[in-house]
T-cell receptor, first 111, second 114 residues
Framework: RKEVEQDPGPFNVPEGATVAFNCTYS??????FFWYRQDCRKEPKLLMS???SGNEDGRFTAQLNRASQYISLLIRDSKLSDSATYLC????????????FGAGTRLAVHP | EADIYQTPRYLVIGTGKKITLECSQT?????MYWYQQDPGMELHLIHY???????EKGDLSSESTVSRIRTEHFPLTLESARPSHTSQYLC?????????????FGSGTQLSVL
């Protein structure tokens, strides 16, 4: 079983739609959680960190459920420019800054 | 924008050649990393460094080697390239931001070995 699992998608949604991604992680001792965005053939870029109480950044809302070991990302009012792959990233304990990346969920927003 | 640079952006090379992928950052970060990513797959850590003269192997076994003689420079070398080394190689550095480490990625090197 992979340490971080995501639905690969693709999620094909019209502009303006609300879309939600989930991610599960296997290490219950994980401390930090993030969502990265990766455009096709580009490097990943940090979208937002995920805090225990949940957090929002504009149209993006991230939530963490430690009991069920999953993280979610909600995108409201989807834009064409949101089309990308969204990577769930978990920091596992391991003596160094061990970030485990999920394989990503691909989002395609169409007109 | 992050100040971390990778060269070359694309490299097509024949089997058996020695290659070095360059990575430099001007942010003064101590921690640097090399990830390998195949299309549609997750990133795998192959090397990391916590500072000058510190290098460690990551989670994914790799025939490549790295060096860290200067803080800003973290090159990756393959002594004899093979088709199985074809992949995208992403360099990153990190800095603490609050409780977390934030990763800054270079643009990557797409390596194709024929």
């Amino acid at each position: 079983r992979k340490e971080v699992e995501q639905d690969p998608g693709p999620f094909n949604v019209p502009e303006g739609a609300t879309v939600a991604f989930n991610c599960t992680y296997s290490n219950s001792a994980s401390q930090s959680f993030f969502w990265y965005r990766q455009d096709c053939r580009k490097e990943p870029k940090l979208l937002m960190s995920v805090y225990s109480s949940g957090n929002e950044d504009g149209r993006f809302t991230a939530q963490l459920n430690r009991a069920s070991q999953y993280i979610s990302l909600l995108i409201r009012d989807s834009k064409l420019s949101d089309s990308a792959t969204y990577l769930c990233v978990v920091n596992s304990l391991g003596g160094y800054n061990k970030l485990i990346f999920g394989a990503g969920t691909r989002l395609a927003v169409h007109p | 924008e992050a100040d971390i640079y990778q060269t070359p952006r694309y490299l097509v090379i024949g089997t058996g050649k020695k290659i070095t992928l360059e990575c430099s950052q001007t942010m003064g970060h101590d921690k640097m990393y090399w990830y390998q990513q195949d299309p549609g797959m997750e990133l795998h850590l192959i090397h990391y460094s916590y500072g000058v003269n510190s290098t460690e192997k990551g989670d994914l076994s790799s025939e490549s080697t790295v060096s860290r003689i200067r803080t800003e420079h973290f090159p990756l070398t393959l002594e004899s390239a093979r088709p199985s080394h074809t992949s995208q190689y992403l360099c990153a550095s990190s800095a603490p931001t609050g409780r977390h480490e934030k990763l800054f990625f270079g643009s990557g090197t797409q390596l194709s070995v024929l």
